[in-house]
């Protein structure tokens, strides 16, 4: 299995986190909106297969696994979810997610409307990926008043 590693500087800012909100209720977190990206492949990924073979049977029937190339095709889809409702689902197309393209076609379209709906207290919660941490983003959510 692979995980990501945290620093011990990471494990203490959770850990702070979850000790600020251990006693949240729920109109307190009705305020959060839980997003994230997920990629959905219409095959397996054949590359982290593997097998345990006598020497010299390599071409054996038993151990080929027929794959598909160029992994046979997917989605990279986002969503977001709260208490008390949801975003669409929003289908990115066209290569990998910038942070440009997380603004423009994320936040501005998405966010941005369903934290009007939340009122002065919004809070958005993501996993912290690259676009998501990016300047032109963090300038973006600091002008909408998104925290």
Not at 19 to 35: A, D, G
Not at 99 to 122: M, N, S, W
Not at 123 to 137: E, G, Q, T
Request: aromatic letters at 12%.
């Amino acid at each position: 299995m692979v995980c990501v590693r945290l620093t011990s500087k990471h494990l203490r800012e959770r850990r702070e986190w979850a000790t600020e909100h251990v006693n949240w209720r729920r109109n307190e977190w009705s305020n959060v909106l839980f997003s994230d990206e997920s990629r959905f492949s219409v095959h397996s990924d054949n590359r982290r297969i593997f097998i345990w073979r006598d020497r010299g049977s390599r071409n054996n029937p038993a151990f080929v696994h027929k794959s598909v190339r160029f992994g046979g095709g997917g989605v990279l889809v986002y969503g977001g979810i709260s208490i008390d409702g949801r975003t669409d689902l929003y289908i990115i197309r066209d290569g990998p997610l910038t942070a440009r393209r997380y603004r423009e076609e994320i936040l501005r379209p998405i966010v941005v409307p369903y934290a009007a709906t939340i009122g002065d207290y919004f809070i958005l919660m993501d996993d912290n990926r690259r676009p998501h941490r990016a300047n032109l983003v963090e300038d973006f959510l600091f002008e909408e008043g998104i925290v």
